[in-house]
């Protein structure tokens, strides 16, 4: 179920984009940004918190003045949905990370709508990975790619222990690498 038009201001306030929730959890060109830094949080055994703002184009300060002029008889729920056009989705996000109490006060409400809380439990399977990290350690290779330890054998790409963010940079690592990697072979 995609998420439109969310922004996550993460571990890393500079991290933008938008994400997806899955039947598996969240996904999508935020959290990659982010998965090196939720990967280490979570192996260093601490917790990874994602904020997900639900509503990047408006300020907190417009949200406290739309949210002051929800009439007295309208549901709180539909006038998020009607007024404010929070999805089906992200509404559901908010009552699941609110207080009942909390869902009527703006000033809270407000806040989550702009930081919304998601602690991220886990990462997902390696056979669903964009990129695995891990694998050979860089310094079990000399500066052609060979193995220091058997002679004439060669890894690149994913089989070594190194990271990038996806976008580009790892097809294009990879790329480097076996144009290295044959440059050094022409001239064996
Ligand atoms: C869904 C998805 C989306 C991605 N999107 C991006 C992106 O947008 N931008 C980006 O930069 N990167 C992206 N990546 C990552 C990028 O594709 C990989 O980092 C890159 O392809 C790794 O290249 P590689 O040559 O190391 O491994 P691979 O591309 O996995 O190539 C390994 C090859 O070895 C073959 N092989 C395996 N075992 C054997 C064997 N025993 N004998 C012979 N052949 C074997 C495999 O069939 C495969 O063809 C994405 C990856 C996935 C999975």
Same mark, same amino acid.
């Given at each position: $179920?995609?998420?439109?038009?969310? @922004? +996550?201001?993460?571990?890393?306030?500079?991290?933008?984009?938008? &994400?997806?929730?899955?039947?598996?959890? +969240?996904?999508?060109? &935020? +959290?990659?940004?982010?998965?090196?830094?939720?990967? *280490?949080?979570?192996?260093?055994?601490?917790?990874?918190?994602?904020?997900?703002?639900?509503?990047?184009?408006?300020?907190?300060?417009? !949200?406290? #003045?739309?949210?002051?002029?929800?009439?007295?008889?309208?549901? $709180?729920?539909?006038? !998020?949905?009607?007024?404010?056009?929070?999805?089906?989705?992200?509404? &559901?996000?908010?009552?699941? *990370? #609110?207080? *009942?109490?909390?869902?009527?006060?703006?000033?809270?409400? /407000?806040?989550?709508?702009?930081? !919304?809380?998601?602690?991220? /439990?886990?990462?997902?399977?390696?056979?669903?990975?964009? @990129?695995? #990290?891990?694998?050979?350690?860089?310094?079990?290779?000399?500066?052609?790619? *060979?193995?220091?330890? %058997?002679?004439?054998?060669?890894?690149?790409?994913? $089989?070594?222990? %190194?990271? &990038?963010?996806?976008?580009?940079?790892?097809?294009?690592?990879?790329?480097? $690498?076996?144009?290295?990697?044959?440059?050094?072979?022409? #001239?064996?």
């Amino acid at each position: $179920m995609p998420l439109k038009n969310i @922004s +996550i201001t993460a571990l890393d306030a500079t991290k933008k984009g938008e &994400a997806v929730i899955t039947e598996f959890g +969240i996904e999508g060109g &935020a +959290i990659y940004a982010l998965s090196k830094q939720i990967r *280490q949080q979570l192996n260093e055994g601490k917790q990874a918190v994602c904020y997900i703002d639900l509503k990047p184009t408006l300020s907190i300060e417009d !949200l406290i #003045t739309a949210l002051k002029s929800k009439p007295s008889n309208s549901s $709180m729920s539909k006038y !998020l949905e009607s007024t404010i056009h929070l999805s089906k989705a992200q509404l &559901a996000l908010l009552k699941n *990370q #609110t207080t *009942q109490e909390d869902f009527f006060n703006n000033e809270i409400l /407000t806040k989550k709508i702009k930081a !919304l809380p998601l602690h991220i /439990t886990g990462l997902g399977p390696i056979d669903e990975a964009i @990129s695995t #990290t891990g694998g050979i350690a860089l310094n079990e290779i000399d500066n052609n790619f *060979q193995f220091k330890k %058997w002679p004439a054998h060669y890894a690149i790409g994913e $089989m070594l222990d %190194w990271d &990038a963010p996806t976008g580009g940079y790892l097809l294009q690592a990879c790329f480097s $690498m076996g144009y290295k990697l044959a440059e050094h072979l022409n #001239t064996l």
